[in-house]
């Protein structure tokens, strides 16, 4: 748990070298080293765009029409931030439990999300490198190239997605922008028609599940050397879990354990948050870094996501999942596994868990109830918290007695794993990059780390020409030498 | 419309899809939405709302090959950056673009894609608008609004008679 590399002795004396922005994740990154005359590394940075536009954005507003405007905030992991602020917003319109119909319908959304982004994040973002080698031309590192040449997988990756977002059409009323949930409960009940559309397909959709278990499982165990140490540091992590420790992505207390698995703190109702979590502000970055108040700023960051979620929880509640989670377990040695590459393989697990779950919540007949909302004592603050796909998300609203929102404060997953992105480059730098001449192929492997954690950088505007990628090689005297740029 | 059945890649839409693709709260990249709202409305005036369906998307991702299944004509609608005109309409062809992302797909690649699930592909256009801010909360500039009229008037020719949206094309 080293800040190495984070800040050079002497960077006035450095060439810089700028990955910008970060290929194939969401929104913008850019990732700047920091070499000398041998090439050998001294700082290396990845910085993200923030959403504190975004929290300003919201201010004001009406509370009622925030789980809607906070879906612009992604269009890879909208369901995410709808839900969270749905939950949130809860509070202030005094629904302290919500009826078994609309508690189902916001759960069956949120697995048909989760299932959608993991296939995405998998089979589009991350299969290219894991098919083809970190070193392959990028052409075919790109989507297209997996089309072309696995066309099985490619096509799995397709429909496993949209079937997710058909979870998601159903539920939210719309295939984007949907509106299901509302403070208090949901606004669209589930007919039978779109339940039987549903159950028609669900079976296939576990069997390729278990399929994408399968292959990454045995694409880690292929290449073990690699797999267990390609930009491995130890952390604490954090998720969290449901009734019993079962693994749960939508509702729960914080649990959170050390890098042994020793736990930091377990139990803690997320409306405490402040409590335990703090964020620290750099000089050099727009993004915050949390870390736990109780082990402080050098010890305490974290990281999120799968591979925290599948290990910081006792059991995973649906019976093909959790043998993949023990054979993980097992494979692990008993202690917990820190490779940030072993975040595929907890993906996929957590899809197949989310393929089983709205299997078992599309046989479930509340979920055609039509007692969809409820309320009580108004509040004026609320704080709502999920897992979505990349991690932990806090969405945390103070609203005035005009029902205008006055406060918010967001900490998305890629938040929650800032340090922890930073800390996977700057192995994979000094692993890799150290002493070399620099290649595109090596430039790969820092965008194969960052990717291993899936991070969302805010759904910066797409237009076509917006999103080129340039690498810079800067000398000491701030003249650029070389410079790619593509897109 | 109903869920397909995985690994059926038979369409059942209407013969022309129109993809409006943007985020409606970042300034010009709203032209998407903005123009799918317009056309929702005109499509009913005209009559035409049973022959053409309108997708709304964040962005282009690779399921939305599946929504090129079946169709006669296919055209994409986006904000662009530096588009040598405010408004462009050009025919497209499948290929493999050399991008570094897949969070959004050009267009190109989604046929690419569809081609290689084995499916026949219909003749498809880009309708590029220029849009000229991306700011956070912003509204549509005045300058892509009158883009965004020029495109109007452009796609209300083409999907009226979809037969000629070759010969409005660029170079057509």
Same mark, same amino acid.
């Given at each position: 748990?080293?800040?190495?590399?984070?800040?050079?002795?002497?960077?006035?004396?450095?060439?810089?070298?700028?990955?910008?922005?970060?290929?194939?994740?969401?929104?913008?990154?850019?990732?700047?080293?920091?070499?000398?005359? !041998?090439?050998?590394?001294?700082?290396?940075?990845?910085?993200?765009?923030?959403?504190?536009?975004?929290?300003?954005?919201?201010?004001?507003?009406?509370?009622?029409?925030?789980?809607?405007?906070?879906?612009?905030?992604?269009?890879?992991?909208?369901?995410?931030?709808?839900?969270?602020?749905?939950?949130?917003?809860?509070?202030?319109?005094?629904?302290?439990?919500?009826?078994?119909?609309?508690?189902?319908?916001?759960?069956?959304?949120?697995?048909?999300?989760?299932?959608?982004?993991?296939?995405?994040?998998?089979?589009?973002?991350?299969?290219?490198?894991?098919?083809?080698?970190?070193?392959?031309?990028?052409?075919?590192?790109?989507?297209?190239?997996?089309?072309?040449?696995?066309?099985?997988?490619?096509?799995?990756?397709?429909?496993?997605?949209?079937?997710?977002?058909?979870?998601?059409?159903?539920?939210?009323?719309?295939?984007?922008?949907?509106?299901?949930?509302?403070?208090?409960?949901?606004?669209?009940?589930?007919?039978?028609?779109?339940?039987?559309?549903?159950?028609?397909?669900?079976?296939?959709?576990?069997?390729?599940?278990?399929?994408?278990?399968?292959?990454? !499982?045995?694409?880690?165990?292929?290449?073990?050397?690699?797999?267990?140490?390609?930009?491995?540091?130890?952390?604490?992590?954090?998720?969290?879990?449901?009734?019993?420790?079962?693994?749960?992505?939508?509702?729960?207390?914080?649990?959170?354990?050390?890098?042994?698995?020793?736990?930091?703190?377990?139990?803690?109702?997320?409306?405490?948050?402040?409590?335990?979590?703090?964020?620290?502000?750099?000089?050099?970055?727009?993004?915050?870094?949390?870390?736990?108040?109780?082990?402080?700023?050098?010890?305490?960051?974290?990281?999120?996501?799968?591979?925290?979620?599948? !290990?910081?929880?006792?059991?995973?509640?649906?019976?093909?999942?959790?043998?993949?989670?023990?054979?993980?377990?097992?494979?692990?040695?008993?202690?917990?596994?820190?490779?940030?590459?072993?975040?595929?393989?907890?993906?996929?697990?957590?899809?197949?868990?989310?393929?089983?779950?709205?299997?078992?919540?599309?046989?479930?007949?509340?979920?055609?109830?039509?007692?969809?909302?409820?309320?009580?004592?108004?509040?004026?603050?609320?704080?709502?918290?999920?897992?979505?796909?990349?991690?932990?998300?806090?969405?945390?609203?103070?609203?005035?007695?005009?029902?205008?929102?006055?406060?918010?404060?967001?900490?998305?997953?890629?938040?929650?794993?800032?340090?922890?992105?930073?800390?996977?480059?700057?192995?994979?730098?000094?692993?890799?990059?150290?002493?070399?001449?620099?290649?595109?192929?090596?430039?790969?492997?820092?965008?194969?780390?960052?990717?291993?954690?899936?991070?969302?950088?805010?759904?910066?505007?797409?237009?076509?020409?917006?999103?080129?990628?340039?690498?810079?090689?800067?000398?000491?005297?701030?003249?650029?030498?070389?410079?790619?740029?593509?897109? | 419309?109903?869920?397909?059945?995985?690994?059926?890649?038979?369409?059942?839409?209407?013969?022309?899809?129109?993809?409006?693709?943007?985020?409606?709260?970042?300034?010009?990249?709203?032209?998407?939405?903005?123009?799918?709202? *317009?056309?929702?409305?005109?499509?009913?005036?005209?009559?035409?709302?049973?022959?053409?369906?309108?997708?709304?998307?964040?962005?282009?991702?690779?399921?939305?090959?599946?929504?090129?299944?079946?169709?006669?004509?296919?055209?994409?609608?986006?904000?662009?950056?530096?588009?040598?005109?405010?408004?462009?309409?050009?025919?497209?062809?499948?290929?493999?673009?050399?991008?570094?992302?897949?969070?959004?797909?050009?267009?190109?690649?989604?046929? *690419?894609?569809?081609? *290689?699930?084995?499916?026949?592909?219909?003749?498809?256009?880009?309708?590029?608008?220029?849009?000229?801010?991306?700011?956070?909360?912003?509204?549509?500039?005045?300058?892509?609004?009158?883009?965004?009229?020029?495109?109007?008037?452009?796609?209300?020719?083409?999907?009226?008679?979809?037969?000629?949206?070759?010969?409005?094309?660029?170079?057509?």
């Amino acid at each position: 748990m080293s800040y190495q590399l984070e800040t050079a002795a002497h960077p006035e004396s450095l060439r810089r070298v700028a990955i910008d922005p970060v290929s194939r994740v969401e929104g913008h990154g850019k990732v700047t080293l920091l070499l000398d005359e !041998q090439n050998k590394v001294h700082q290396v940075r990845l910085h993200i765009v923030e959403f504190r536009g975004f929290e300003k954005f919201i201010q004001g507003r009406p509370y009622w029409e925030v789980p809607v405007m906070v879906q612009r905030l992604c269009g890879i992991c909208p369901v995410s931030h709808h839900l969270a602020a749905a939950k949130a917003l809860d509070q202030v319109v005094g629904a302290r439990q919500l009826t078994p119909a609309a508690e189902k319908l916001r759960r069956l959304m949120h697995y048909g999300q989760m299932l959608q982004s993991h296939a995405l994040h998998f089979f589009h973002l991350c299969s290219p490198d894991l098919l083809f080698g970190f070193d392959s031309e990028v052409t075919r590192r790109n989507i297209v190239g997996v089309a072309r040449e696995h066309p099985e997988i490619a096509k799995r990756g397709v429909l496993l997605r949209k079937f997710g977002q058909e979870v998601i059409r159903v539920t939210s009323g719309k295939r984007v922008h949907g509106t299901g949930a509302v403070p208090g409960g949901v606004n669209k009940a589930l007919t039978v028609a779109e339940r039987d559309e549903l159950l028609r397909d669900i079976y296939q959709i576990i069997a390729w599940s278990r399929d994408a278990v399968h292959l990454i !499982q045995k694409v880690h165990m292929q290449d073990p050397g690699l797999y267990n140490s390609f930009g491995i540091f130890r952390s604490n992590f954090m998720s969290l879990v449901g009734h019993n420790g079962d693994l749960d992505f939508y509702h729960g207390t914080l649990r959170a354990r050390d890098d042994n698995g020793k736990a930091i703190f377990d139990g803690v109702d997320y409306c405490q948050y402040e409590r335990y979590i703090e964020e620290e502000v750099k000089p050099w970055s727009y993004m915050k870094f949390p870390y736990f108040r109780a082990l402080g700023k050098e010890h305490g960051w974290y990281k999120v996501g799968p591979l925290a979620r599948v !290990q910081n929880c006792d059991q995973i509640p649906t019976p093909f999942a959790e043998r993949e989670r023990k054979e993980f377990v097992d494979y692990a040695g008993g202690s917990p596994l820190h490779a940030p590459l072993a975040y595929h393989w907890t993906r996929m697990i957590e899809m197949l868990h989310a393929a089983e779950t709205i299997k078992d919540l599309l046989h479930d007949d509340d979920l055609l109830a039509d007692n969809l909302l409820v309320e009580g004592e108004r509040a004026f603050e609320g704080v709502g918290v999920i897992e979505a796909p990349r991690g932990t998300l806090f969405h945390h609203y103070r609203v005035d007695e005009n029902d205008l929102v006055t406060m918010a404060n967001l900490i998305v997953s890629t938040t929650n794993n800032n340090q922890a992105m930073n800390e996977a480059i700057r192995h994979v730098a000094r692993r890799y990059l150290h002493g070399r001449e620099i290649t595109e192929g090596l430039l790969n492997h820092i965008e194969v780390a960052i990717r291993a954690f899936d991070p969302c950088l805010s759904c910066a505007t797409h237009a076509l020409g917006k999103m080129p990628l340039e690498v810079e090689l800067i000398d000491a005297a701030g003249e650029r030498l070389h410079a790619l740029a593509r897109g | 419309m109903p869920a397909k059945h995985p690994g059926d890649l038979a369409g059942d839409g209407a013969p022309v899809v129109v993809f409006c693709i943007g985020n409606p709260s970042r300034g010009d990249d709203a032209l998407g939405p903005h123009i799918h709202g *317009q056309l929702e409305n005109w499509l009913k005036s005209a009559g035409l709302d049973a022959t053409v369906e309108l997708i709304e998307d964040f962005q282009l991702q690779i399921e939305h090959a599946l929504d090129l299944a079946g169709r006669q004509l296919a055209i994409f609608v986006d904000a662009g950056v530096e588009t040598p005109a405010p408004v462009v309409f050009r025919r497209l062809a499948a290929s493999t673009v050399a991008t570094h992302s897949t969070h959004a797909l050009p267009p190109e690649s989604v046929l *690419q894609v569809a081609l *290689q699930m084995g499916m026949p592909l219909p003749p498809a256009y880009v309708l590029c608008v220029r849009g000229e801010s991306f700011a956070l909360g912003e509204p549509l500039s005045p300058a892509a609004r009158t883009s965004a009229a020029m495109a109007m008037q452009l796609l209300k020719n083409v999907l009226e008679a979809p037969e000629s949206a070759g010969h409005l094309a660029a170079g057509g």
